[in-house]
Structures are given as structure tokens and as C-alpha cells.
């Protein structure tokens, strides 16, 4: 802009200059042209009065740079101080020979064939009827401006340079108060007048801008806020598989940190069914993978985002289905252990009354057959009856109603229950400690210190003893111990007997009759009320097993 305002600025100044110019030469033209003239005047007024006196003489006599010419009244050239007279045609056609003539001056311009140039004359009729005729050489404009040509030159160079500098300087000063304009804040800038609707139309405009920054500002902190929060890990991707957006669940799923500017999705995992299922979300297509990262399982769903029907990006949401995969494992284990575990007994009852069917038993031993198909059923109904437990904790045991619940009299009650079992096994079965409350369902309660007590009898010897013992703890819990003084668990089953269908001696589980549910229940039991299980044994000694319940208020 400073340089246009400048070339602006120059043209003006030029077009001016020439203008000027040429207007003066003009102006001198004229000036010269009129001073020839009255100079001419006087002259051949003097030359007129000169010849009145002395005739021929005077002309023979004068020097003068003008062509005198002197002409006879019937137009013959008498005296010419440049051309030979005699030779020179009449004169009385002239113009100002015959304005001479009749009015006795006469002036006249024209071009002089004699001369060959543009020329002025001057004519004076004498007292005797002659004419004398002065000429001169009209300089022409274009020999005026050459005889003018240096002084005109140095005028316009300086000119030219003066007006140079004060273009420059001009457009500078002009451009000086736009250039220190505050576009941010358009408000407090004083400027030119003409400036201020523009100046408002900017803050306005900046104001909405802000206005709209903010939003979305607020808009993204939302979005962010929320995505974070989510369990679920969220990817968007751009064409090229680059991440647009992700929020802190992916990178936790994923198990990577948070990446440093634009990087590849392929950058975060390079495992083969995460390649594929980005790979086919980009070419457009929708895909499924189950990842397994960090010894977590993860399902990756993959969705490509279209723009006018063709692939433009893909989101992918990851989730951690780590739990229900497990759930899923040991829902199948624990059908096909079911399976297993009913089979045997009926197996054995099929085959004992395959037997009796045929006949082939003598009548004494009926009673015996009898005997095994009822311990048999036994086990059957037992398992049924733990399978049933175990289902009902599993549906809905939190639905329970809880109420108050004395451990203290839940083991004495678990304890009368297996009083005859305690007897026939030969072991003593002791209930100590002090009344203590917990908020609890009752019947889950029930089957945990049961399940305890009848474990500790059946993994006992003859002799042995029980001691369950229930006690406020010192932060205002309570604690049930059941320990016994039988065969103990050897330290690498401890943490595996609370598994469905583990069983430390399987071959020995048939005769004490344990079906390998108990201790599932106990566990599950105490998830349910938030306890804590500690397990201590040691083989040929014994086992001790305590339930440590959380404080209620
Ligand atoms: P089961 O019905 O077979 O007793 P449990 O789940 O109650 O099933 O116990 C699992 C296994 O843990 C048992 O088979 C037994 O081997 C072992 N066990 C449980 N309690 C005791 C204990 N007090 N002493 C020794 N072994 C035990």
C-alpha cells in the first residue's frame, strides 16, 4: 500500500511538472513573441524615420540584425539588406505591404520562403508612398524549449528528487497510523475517522469469534470430561488411520502412555487382530476382535465413519470384558464339573440296580446293594442341594434382605447340627467366644460357619478336635475361627480349595462324602457381606480358618 500510495504520489507530481512546464513555455512563447513584435515596431518606426532623412545612405549605412526591406508603392523591391532587390518579385500582394498602404503600418505572420522560418513583419508607408519592411525570425517552441533545454533538465531532476522524498515521506505518514493499528483490540485505537466503521465491524467480529471460541472450548472440556469418565476406551481416526481423538480409558486398555502429537493407531498396538480390524474399519467395512492385553480380554469394535458413502475415518470403541470372559470360563467349567460329578453317582446307582435287576444278587446281600444305592443318592441329593446353594448366591444373593445377625448363636446351631456327625467321626466340637453381632443374611451366614464346621470334622481323626471360636475385633468387627486339629491342606492347594470342584485327595472325596462345592460357598458368602477369609494349615496338624467381617455402623 506504501508503495502504491508513493507511485500514486510521483504520478501526480509528474503529470503536474509537465503540465506546468509545458504551460510556461507557453506562457514565454507568447512573451517572446509580443516582445519581437514592439521590438520590430520601434525599430522600423526608427528605420522609417532614417530613410525619410537620408534615403539609400541610411540603409547602406545601418547594421542591424533584422531583414530590411524597402518596396516601392507600386510593390517593386528598391533595397533588401539580404537578398539581391533586383531579383526579388513584386511585393504589393504582401500582406502588410498592403496594410502598409492603406493605413500607413501594417504587421504580418507568416513562413518566409526567403527566410525558411516562421517570420514576423513590420511595415511603415513613408511620406513619399514607399514601404519599409522589417522581418525577423519568429524562434519557434520547439527552439525556445532546446535553447532552454539544460535549465529545464536540472529543474525537473531536482523536482523530480524533492518530489521523491516527499511522496516517500507523505505515503509513510499516511500508511504510519493503519500500520500501528491494535487488530485485537480494534476499540482503543485512535485513528483515522474514516477507519472507525471498520474498526467496529472488526471488534464485533472478534467478539463473536471469541464468543464461539468459548463454546467450543466448553464443548470440548464437556466431551473430554465425559470420554474420560467412560470405562469404555474411545478412538477416532482419520483417513489414514491417524488418532484424532481418544480419551484416557484407550490408552488404559491399550496399556500404552499418552502420545506425543499425531501418531498412527498402528503406533499403540501392533498386534495382528487390532491391525485387521483398523484395516477393514478404514476400507469401510464394520469389525469385531476380541485383544488380549495386559492378561485382560478386550472386545475392539471397530466402525468406519462414511462421508458421502466412502470411508472419511473409523471410531473405535474398546471394552474390558475381562469379567464376564471369566464368568463365561467358569460357567463352562462348572457345567461340564456338574456333569461329571452327577454322572459318577448315577453311574454307580445305574450299575448296582443293573445288577439286582439280573437277578444275580443273593437275597442276603440286598440289604448291603441297598446300602450304596442309598449312600449314592446321598451324594447326589448333597450335591444338588450345594449346586442349588451356590445358584442362589450367584442369582441375586445381594436382593437378600439383611437384618442383624448374632454369629455366636449361628455357631452354636451349626455346631448341634453336626453334633452326631462330630460324634461319629470321633472328633470334639467346641463352640467358644462372645455374643457378636453383624448385619447379614442369615441363612448365608448359616451355611458358611456350616460348611467350615463340617469340613473341619470330615478332615479330622478320630480324636480330634473342633474349636470354633466368635469375637469382636478391637476396631468393632467380628471374627469367626474355625480350627481343627486334622490332616491340613498342603500349601499349594490352600489357595485353590476355594475353586468349584477342587478337591485336595480325590481319590479319598467319595467316602467322606465332600462334594467340592463347600468352601466356593463359604467364599462367595463372604464376598457377599465383605469379609475377608484368612486360611492357615499345615499338613498333619491342622487347619484354621477365619472370617474377619468389616465394621457396620
Ligand atoms: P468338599 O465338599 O470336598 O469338602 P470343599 O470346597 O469344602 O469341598 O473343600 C475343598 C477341599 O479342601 C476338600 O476336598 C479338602 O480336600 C480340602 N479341605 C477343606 N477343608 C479342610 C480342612 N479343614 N482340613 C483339610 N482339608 C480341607
Not at 209 to 224: S, Y
Not at 286 to 292: G, I, T, V
Not at 445 to 453: F, K
Request: hydrophobic residues 40%; aromatic residues 4%; proline residues 3%.
Amino acid at each position: 500500500m506504501t508503495a502504491k500510495l508513493f507511485r500514486t504520489s510521483m504520478a501526480v507530481a509528474v503529470s503536474v511538472m509537465v503540465l506546468s512546464i509545458a504551460l510556461f513555455m507557453g506562457m514565454l512563447y507568447q512573451y517572446f513573441s509580443d516582445q519581437m513584435m514592439t521590438e520590430l515596431e520601434s525599430e522600423t518606426w526608427l528605420v522609417s524615420h532614417g530613410v525619410e532623412l537620408d534615403g539609400m545612405d541610411y540603409l547602406n549605412g545601418l547594421h542591424t540584425t533584422s531583414r530590411v526591406t524597402w518596396v516601392a508603392a507600386d510593390g517593386t523591391v528598391l533595397y533588401d539588406n539580404e537578398a539581391d532587390a533586383s531579383t526579388m518579385e513584386n511585393h504589393a500582394d504582401r500582406e502588410e505591404i498592403r496594410e502598409a498602404l492603406t493605413s500607413e503600418t501594417g504587421t504580418a505572420q507568416r513562413f518566409s520562403s526567403t527566410l525558411s522560418e516562421q517570420t514576423l513583419y513590420v511595415t511603415q508607408r513613408l511620406s513619399d508612398g514607399t514601404v519599409i519592411r522589417l522581418a525577423s525570425a519568429q524562434k519557434t517552441v520547439g527552439l525556445l524549449l532546446i535553447s532552454m533545454i539544460q535549465p529545464i533538465l536540472i529543474i525537473l531532476v531536482l523536482s523530480l528528487l524533492l518530489s521523491a522524498v516527499l511522496a516517500s515521506r507523505l505515503s509513510k505518514g499516511l500508511i504510519k497510523p493503519i500500520l500501528s493499528l491494535d487488530l485485537e483490540h480494534p476499540e482503543d485505537c485512535e485513528t483515522y475517522d474514516e477507519l472507525t466503521p471498520l474498526l467496529s465491524r472488526l471488534k464485533r467480529q472478534n467478539d463473536t469469534i471469541q464468543q464461539q471460541m468459548n463454546l467450543l472450548k466448553q464443548r470440548q472440556t464437556e466431551f473430554a470430561a465425559l470420554t474420560d469418565n467412560m470405562s469404555e476406551g474411545f478412538l477416532l481416526l482419520d483417513r489414514q488411520g491417524h488418532v484424532l481423538s481418544h480419551n484416557s480409558g484407550a490408552l488404559r486398555l491399550l496399556g500404552v502412555e499418552e502420545p506425543e502429537g499425531e501418531v498412527n493407531v498402528l503406533v499403540l498396538n501392533r498386534e495382528e487382530p487390532f491391525r485387521q480390524a483398523v484395516d477393514e474399519a478404514l476400507s469401510g467395512k464394520r469389525s469385531q476382535q476380541m485383544l488380549h492385553l495386559n492378561g485382560r480380554y478386550c472386545k475392539l469394535l471397530a466402525n468406519p465413519v462414511l462421508a458421502d458413502g466412502k470411508p472419511a475415518g473409523a471410531v473405535l470403541v474398546l471394552l474390558d470384558v475381562t469379567e464376564q470372559e471369566q464368568r463365561d470360563e467358569l460357567r463352562r467349567e462348572f457345567t461340564a464339573n456338574v456333569s461329571h460329578e452327577l454322572k459318577t453317582p448315577l453311574t454307580s446307582i445305574s450299575g448296582i440296580a443293573e445288577i439286582m435287576q439280573s437277578g444275580m444278587v443273593k437275597p442276603e446281600d440286598i440289604q448291603s446293594f441297598a446300602g450304596d444305592i442309598y449312600q449314592e443318592a446321598q451324594r447326589l441329593i448333597a450335591l444338588v442341594e450345594d449346586i442349588i446353594r451356590l445358584s442362589r448366591l450367584d442369582e441375586g444373593a445381594e436382593s437378600l434382605e439383611r437384618e442383624p445377625v448374632n454369629l455366636l448363636s449361628i455357631a452354636q446351631d451349626v455346631a448341634r447340627r453336626l453334633d452326631s456327625a462330630a460324634q461319629k467321626a470321633g472328633v470334639t466340637l467346641k463352640v467358644m467366644g462372645l455374643s457378636v453381632e453383624v448385619r447379614g443374611i442369615p441363612s448365608v451366614l448359616d451355611e458358611m460357619v456350616y460348611n467350615l464346621c463340617d469340613n473341619a470334622i470330615k478332615y479330622n481323626h478320630p480324636g480330634g478336635t473342633v474349636n470354633v471360636t466368635v469375637a469382636p475385633t478391637d476396631d468393632g468387627s467380628a471374627e469367626v475361627t474355625v480350627e481343627d486339629t486334622g490332616i491340613g491342606i498342603p500349601v499349594e492347594d490352600q489357595s485353590r480349595v476355594f475353586e468349584r470342584f477342587y478337591r485336595v485327595d480325590k481319590s479319598h472325596s467319595k467316602e467322606i462324602g465332600g462334594t467340592g462345592l463347600g468352601l466356593s460357598i463359604v467364599k462367595h458368602g463372604a464376598s457377599l457381606h465383605g469379609a475377608q477369609i484368612h486360611m492357615d494349615s499345615q499338613v498333619g496338624r491342622g487347619t484354621s480358618v477365619q472370617l474377619l467381617f468389616p465394621h457396620h455402623e
